[in-house]
Structures are given as C-alpha cells and as structure tokens.
C-alpha cells in the first residue's frame, strides 16, 4: 500500500541556503484512483447564474 503523501514548507535563508521547516502535512492515499485530471464544477453564484 501506498504511503501516501508529506508535504512540506520550508524557510529558506538566502545569504546560507539553509533549510528551516516552517510545517508539515501529510495527506493518507485515495480511497479509489482519479479517474480525471479535471476540476469539479464550479458551484459559485457567477458561474451557476443562480445569484
């Protein structure tokens, strides 16, 4: 099984490039795989025409 996935924001100092974790997340895998690369539809009031 797959891990699933770490996320992390570092700080970077630029004068020595040295790494500081600012935080971290990790996200467990999908239940099922994507079956599309496309987003969901908007359901905002602009986009819907209901507002």
Do not use: D, W
Not at 23 to 30: D, E, K
Not at 38 to 43: G, R, T
């Amino acid at each position: 099984m797959h891990p699933g996935l770490t996320i992390t924001v570092y700080r970077v100092n630029p004068a020595t490039m040295e790494r500081t974790p600012v935080q971290s997340r990790s996200v467990p895998p999908a239940e099922e795989p994507a079956f599309s690369l496309a987003f969901a539809p908007c359901e905002c009031s602009r986009c819907t025409k209901s507002g």
